[in-house]
């Protein structure tokens, strides 16, 4: 039995409702349109519009836009992935209505002027610089152009210097034109309302939003053969990624790879790579494993920064974890604390309404429907060993890993 009710306008935008019984609503507006839909040399272009949403619409100038939720509390934010663009805001039950207001003019009614196209490429800018200035971020973005070389999915969210300062409205208005699909929208609520009257309101406020469906034409990625890349930077520690493309997020092995993740390097301390480099060797303090699932592939990484002359062993440490889930089936009771400790996870993740409620409009968006908690942990208890060791040998596999450094300049 589901836990949330779906309305879709006749425009395709669907309005997905779970409820809560708490004074705060927290909601989101996503499209499906993010950085892998850019034509080449316009990278950056989805972040770009993302920013200027903010800036100026038919009614509203930036000081109007900004105040509209912040003067009664509320919080307002947006960011923009590889697939998504995603405003959402948190805020007082009564005030649903002035923020459905809001995301309707700033989606439908932005005009993107030109001085603050300007101001904002200005700001994007110096976020690419604080982003270089990081290598535990810069190294992700570089690791992930090696996996998905002359790709879309491979190219920086936020862009480079080059395509950013040359973007301009009719980018802008051609992308949107092309990318903005009505049946590839969701607003979704996490509060306390009676449906009746959010869906009486989602007709009042989107119900007039013009049907839009465009083709969208989506790639799919090739495959990179596997290597050591080095990189000699003015950094003080090397910084390392071990990785490889993975799963999508419909493919039969997304949950026995998300399971692996977690035991190998997720969150909390008792990770196995954790234990190993941190806590037994004392190598490193952040060693950490990812695996992100796309529509149509996946992203693995392991991630660890150290100082220069313990890399090597952490390495080879990590190798030895890798290889002891190629060679052999986790026991019984492993796999029980395994699925134990990630069930509970994901359930204490449930106390993040904000995470929760992007989650189920995501999901919506792919899958046309959203797992309750009760059928995301059978998927998870479904999970056998033997499955385990034939996810392990295939996104595991020596050969395929890409390895990227960070290592300092000498």
């Not at 950056?44 to 105040?67: D, M, V, W």
């Not at 950490?288 to 090597?312: H, R, V």
């Not at 059978?378 to 996810?391: F, H, R, W």
């Amino acid at each position: 039995m589901t836990d949330y009710q779906l309305f879709t306008l006749p425009n395709g935008i669907r309005i997905l409702y779970k409820h809560w019984p708490s004074a705060i609503t927290h909601c989101c507006f996503i499209v499906n349109a993010g950085s892998r839909d850019e034509l080449p040399g316009q990278e950056g272009l989805a972040h770009f519009i993302e920013h200027l949403l903010f800036k100026e619409t038919e009614r509203r100038n930036t000081s109007q836009i900004l105040n509209r939720l912040e003067l009664v509390g509320a919080d307002l934010n947006a960011y923009t992935t590889k697939e998504y663009t995603c405003i959402h805001a948190s805020l007082l039950n009564q005030h649903l209505e002035r923020t459905m207001d809001l995301f309707e003019d700033i989606l439908f009614h932005s005009t993107f002027p030109e001085d603050e196209q300007e101001k904002e490429r200005g700001v994007i800018l110096d976020e690419i610089a604080s982003y270089l200035d990081q290598p535990e971020e810069a190294i992700q973005d570089d690791f992930e152009e090696l996996l998905f070389k002359g790709h879309p999915i491979g190219q920086n969210i936020l862009g480079t210097p080059e395509t950013v300062g040359r973007l301009n409205s009719t980018d802008i208005n051609n992308f949107i034109k092309a990318n903005y699909n009505t049946g590839e929208m969701i607003f979704a609520v996490h509060g306390n309302y009676d449906f009746k009257k959010l869906v009486t309101l989602s007709e009042k406020y989107f119900g007039a939003v013009a049907y839009h469906q465009p083709q969208k034409n989506r790639l799919m990625p090739g495959t990179t053969p596997g290597g050591i890349h080095v990189v000699n930077k003015p950094i003080s520690q090397t910084h390392c990624i071990i990785g490889g493309q993975a799963y999508g997020s419909s493919h039969r092995n997304k949950w026995g790879l998300l399971l692996l993740n977690n035991l190998l390097g997720g969150i909390g301390m008792s990770s196995r790579l954790n234990l190993e480099v941190r806590e037994k060797h004392g190598i490193a303090y952040t060693v950490e494993s990812n695996y992100t699932p796309l529509t149509d592939t996946g992203i693995f990484s392991i991630y660890f920064g150290t100082d220069t002359e313990k890399a090597a062993k952490a390495s080879k440490l990590i190798h030895r974890e890798l290889k002891k889930l190629r060679d052999q089936k986790l026991g019984s009771l492993q796999l029980h604390q395994a699925r134990q400790k990630f069930i509970g996870q994901i359930a204490l993740a449930e106390e993040n309404r904000m995470s929760v409620i992007i989650a189920m409009a995501k999901s919506m968006i792919d899958f046309n429907q959203v797992d309750t908690l009760d059928e995301i942990f059978e998927k998870i208890n479904a999970v056998t060993a033997e499955q385990l060791l034939e996810i392990s040998n295939e996104i595991f596999d020596t050969a395929s890993l890409t390895t990227l450094l960070f290592e300092p300049k000498q």
